[in-house]
């Protein structure tokens, strides 16, 4: 079984059109390819940002596709839905209009004691900016609420898919601001591996910041995935991919270790 359920078109801030996305995917042999849409921001000023308008439109794009290459390839429509307290919520309900095959959810913004939100993974500048501004420059603390929000997320709703579960380690190699050995963080990889194991859902290994060439490994990291697996944590390989080409990225490297899961999503349609 050869997918990838984590896709970015031109729908949000990929760089190819899903139909683009779905020759890629059967010219390289796939048997089923997912497209995950960035979804919806309370506040949504973002221009590549489903709104729920939007997102009618985007679901009604990718089922005609599905249609049209149904006798080569399973298309499936999902979105990548943010938790932002008091915002966006991953849940189901929240979809329902478009009834996603899947929801991928992902914290991609901490919410600050004062009530910022700090992104995560925009820019190195940005992140060091947030944890000056909004978390009194303690990178300890932006982290730590950073998993602490990734677990709320993971007990209060219903989605399928945990997206890159430590998102907190983009900038970390070529911009070190923790240590990923620190008995702290370890606490926090138990824990959240914990909530994961008790949630029941599934955690992808994304090769996303592989191909844009910011970390040499997957997230979650190997000492997250130990964490995960002793949990018995079901785990799906995805590429996060924002282009056509890189709908494999790396997968190569984790296809022997991590399950191809066939069908991670629950159908919502007949
Ligand atoms: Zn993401
Ligand atoms: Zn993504």
């Not at 996603?100 to 925009?122: C, K, M, W």
Request: hydrophobic residues 40%; aromatic residues 10%; proline residues 5%.
């Amino acid at each position: 079984m050869k997918a990838n359920y984590h896709t970015h078109t031109t729908w949000c801030d990929g760089k190819d059109t899903p139909e683009a996305v779905i020759l890629a995917a059967i010219g390289k042999g796939f048997d089923a390819i997912g497209f995950s849409s960035h979804a919806m921001l309370p506040e949504d000023g973002t221009a590549w940002l489903l709104t729920p308008e939007k997102a009618v439109r985007y679901a009604a794009e990718i089922r005609a596709l599905a249609e049209k290459y149904a006798d080569r390839i399973r298309v499936l429509c999902g979105v990548e839905a943010d938790y932002v307290p008091g915002g966006a919520t991953p849940d189901r309900q929240a979809y329902a209009a478009i009834a996603p095959d899947y929801i991928i959810g992902s914290v991609h913004f901490v919410l600050a004691p004062d009530g910022a939100r700090a992104s995560v993974d925009e820019s190195q500048q940005s992140l060091a900016e947030g944890i000056r501004a909004h978390f009194g420059g303690d990178a300890q603390k932006y982290v730590r609420a950073y998993f602490a929000q990734v677990r709320e997320m993971l007990e209060k709703f219903d989605f399928d898919i945990a997206g890159h579960l430590d998102l907190v380690r983009k900038f970390n190699t070529r911009h070190p601001y923790f240590d990923e050995s620190a008995p702290w963080y370890l606490e926090e990889l138990d824990l959240t591996a914990d909530a994961v194991a008790k949630s029941g859902k599934t955690v992808e290994v994304n090769t996303g910041a592989i191909s844009r060439g910011w970390l040499d490994d997957a997230y979650p990291s190997v000492a997250f995935r130990d964490r995960l697996r002793a949990r018995g944590a079901k785990f799906i390989l995805s590429a996060d991919a924002h282009s056509a080409d890189a709908i494999d990225c790396a997968f190569d490297r984790f296809g022997g270790c991590e399950a191809f899961i066939p069908s991670p999503v629950r159908r919502t349609r007949p």
